[in-house]
């Protein structure tokens, strides 16, 4: 048997205050033909990274609208996780090998993950399995299900480039699927064609630790605590360690600002995955380009960065970066704009339907402009002030889990 995610409640209703009225109503009429129908999420963690994030929010709500909804993390060993993150910057389009034997290593746990899936018969209810990213996307080759069984891949991730070697090899296996979710349009790669496509960019959870507000001398106090000093600016990264979130390019942005802006401080923040073993290694050559600066903070969970942690650093700084080089969607963004913080981010992936140039925050792609632009805020609070108020109505109206909900339901209802 897969892991089992066990899951907070949530309800419906207590979003009605944030999202408005007919939100909500259209969320209850679009559940209705929806009653006891099973849904089941797989995914490859239950922690760190963006898709679990999205699935604590989900799959609660899920449950409460009446579906009878669940979350199952796949099983796999070291050896598995080195080939899926191979995958994973493959797919965005690294120059990385495919070994025959990296295949093997694939199939073989996708095939096992496939013998202890559970997926037991729910009356005659329709069932929907939604397979998230590359990781497990094999489970609906290896696992016999019924007609009534409906399969759709979500993929994260950022296809619109990838290294044809990767998606040469997943696109058969994808393309077993009845529907497929993008984040964005440029990310359903040639080859693949499913009979019910989705394009749905994801959301956080305004109710969640994470996004609930926090008072701002709250915040400055959990942040004091890991080391900055909250009388001097602060610039602030969220982020796993991995390479297409360019630390080191942030680093290099906060020493040409330093030259200007001389007290200026910078945080690191980031959290291991367990599905990211690249994650160690990239922390390491983070914190050796950061060198003997201790104005630089690398903080990540085994610091005792939890979510509130991450909220205080996402509201108490001066400025937010996510300097991406590619990305999914990038929910540190949403989160921060969410927080009524401006943010400086990488003009890739979901980054710019998030971050409207000059408006709720600013697209940069290079490190010079990153620099020039945590400047210009850091000298500018108050246009930073009237940004902020603007990225945070730009969420509510787009980037909030009801949204989604209701988006995966016009689907299940469409299937
Ligand atoms: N995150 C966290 N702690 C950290 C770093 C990241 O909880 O130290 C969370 C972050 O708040 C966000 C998610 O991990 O909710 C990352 O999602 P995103 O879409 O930005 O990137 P991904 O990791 O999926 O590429």
């Given at each position: 048997?897969?892991?089992?995610?066990?899951l907070?409640e949530k309800r419906l209703v207590d979003y009605r205050?944030?999202v408005?009225?007919e939100t909500i109503a259209e969320i209850e009429r679009l559940a209705e033909p929806l009653q006891g129908a099973r849904v089941v999420h797989v995914?490859?963690?239950?922690?760190?990274?963006?898709?679990?994030?999205l699935l604590?929010a989900l799959v609660p709500l899920m449950r409460d609208v009446g579906l009878d909804a669940h979350w199952q993390?796949?099983?796999?060993?070291?050896?598995?996780?080195?080939?899926?993150?191979?995958?994973?910057?493959?797919?965005?389009?690294?120059?990385?090998?495919?070994?025959?034997?990296?295949?093997?290593?694939?199939?073989?746990?996708?095939?096992?993950?496939?013998?202890?899936?559970?997926l037991t018969r729910n009356g005659g209810r329709p069932t929907f399995v939604v397979v998230h990213?590359?990781?497990?996307?094999?489970?609906?080759?290896?696992?016999?299900s019924g007609m009534d069984t409906h399969w759709i891949w979500r993929?994260?991730?950022?296809?619109?480039?990838?290294?044809?070697?990767?998606?040469?090899?997943?696109?058969?296996?994808?393309?077993?699927y009845e529907a497929g979710i993008?984040?964005?349009?440029?990310?359903?790669?040639?080859?693949?064609?499913f009979d019910h496509q989705a394009i749905i960019?994801?959301t956080?959870d305004?109710?969640?630790?994470?996004?609930?507000?926090?008072?701002?001398?709250?915040?400055?106090?959990?942040?004091?605590?890991?080391?900055?000093?909250?009388?001097?600016?602060?610039?602030?990264?969220?982020?796993?360690?991995?390479?297409?979130?360019?630390?080191?390019?942030?680093?290099?942005?906060?020493?040409?600002?330093?030259?200007?802006?001389?007290?200026?401080?910078?945080?690191?923040?980031?959290?291991?995955?367990?599905?990211?073993?690249?994650?160690?290694?990239?922390?390491?050559?983070?914190?050796?380009?950061?060198?003997?600066?201790?104005?630089?903070?690398?903080?990540?969970?085994?610091?005792?960065?939890?979510?509130?942690?991450?909220?205080?650093?996402?509201?108490?700084?001066?400025?937010?970066?996510?300097?991406?080089?590619?990305?999914?969607?990038?929910?540190?963004?949403?989160?921060?704009?969410?927080?009524?913080?401006?943010?400086?981010?990488?003009?890739?992936?979901?980054?710019?339907?998030?971050?409207?140039?000059?408006?709720?925050?600013?697209?940069?792609?290079?490190?010079?402009?990153?620099?020039?632009?945590?400047?210009?805020?850091?000298?500018?609070?108050?246009?930073?002030?009237?940004?902020?108020?603007?990225?945070?109505?730009?969420?509510?109206?787009?980037?909030l889990t009801p949204r989604h909900l209701a988006d995966y339901l016009r689907l299940f209802a469409e299937l």
């Amino acid at each position: 048997m897969l892991q089992h995610v066990e899951l907070e409640e949530k309800r419906l209703v207590d979003y009605r205050e944030i999202v408005g009225d007919e939100t909500i109503a259209e969320i209850e009429r679009l559940a209705e033909p929806l009653q006891g129908a099973r849904v089941v999420h797989v995914n490859a963690t239950a922690f760190g990274g963006g898709v679990a994030e999205l699935l604590q929010a989900l799959v609660p709500l899920m449950r409460d609208v009446g579906l009878d909804a669940h979350w199952q993390v796949i099983e796999g060993a070291d050896e598995f996780f080195d080939v899926t993150k191979a995958c994973h910057n493959g797919l965005q389009g690294m120059d990385v090998p495919f070994t025959a034997e990296m295949k093997e290593i694939w199939r073989k746990y996708n095939q096992m993950n496939a013998e202890h899936f559970e997926l037991t018969r729910n009356g005659g209810r329709p069932t929907f399995v939604v397979v998230h990213d590359p990781q497990p996307a094999g489970l609906r080759h290896y696992y016999e299900s019924g007609m009534d069984t409906h399969w759709i891949w979500r993929c994260h991730i950022d296809t619109s480039e990838p290294n044809p070697a990767y998606w040469d090899f997943f696109a058969p296996y994808v393309n077993e699927y009845e529907a497929g979710i993008f984040t964005m349009d440029q990310y359903v790669g040639s080859g693949v064609s499913f009979d019910h496509q989705a394009i749905i960019p994801p959301t956080i959870d305004p109710l969640s630790p994470k996004n609930m507000p926090m008072g701002m001398d709250e915040a400055r106090a959990i942040v004091a605590d890991f080391g900055p000093d909250m009388e001097r600016p602060l610039v602030t990264q969220v982020s796993r360690f991995d390479p297409w979130k360019d630390p080191l390019g942030v680093i290099d942005a906060y020493r040409i600002v330093r030259e200007q802006v001389s007290d200026v401080q910078l945080a690191l923040v980031g959290s291991m995955a367990s599905d990211d073993p690249e994650g160690w290694y990239y922390l390491d050559k983070t914190s050796r380009h950061a060198g003997e600066d201790f104005d630089i903070h690398i903080l990540h969970n085994f610091h005792g960065v939890g979510a509130r942690e991450v909220a205080a650093f996402q509201t108490a700084s001066d400025v937010v970066v996510q300097k991406s080089t590619r990305e999914g969607f990038g929910l540190v963004v949403t989160e921060a704009l969410w927080k009524r913080k401006p943010v400086l981010g990488g003009d890739v992936g979901g980054i710019p339907l998030q971050i409207i140039d000059g408006e709720t925050g600013f697209l940069v792609d290079s490190v010079e402009a990153c620099a020039d632009k945590i400047q210009y805020l850091l000298t500018h609070p108050d246009e930073a002030d009237r940004m902020g108020e603007r990225a945070r109505e730009h969420v509510r109206r787009n980037f909030l889990t009801p949204r989604h909900l209701a988006d995966y339901l016009r689907l299940f209802a469409e299937l």
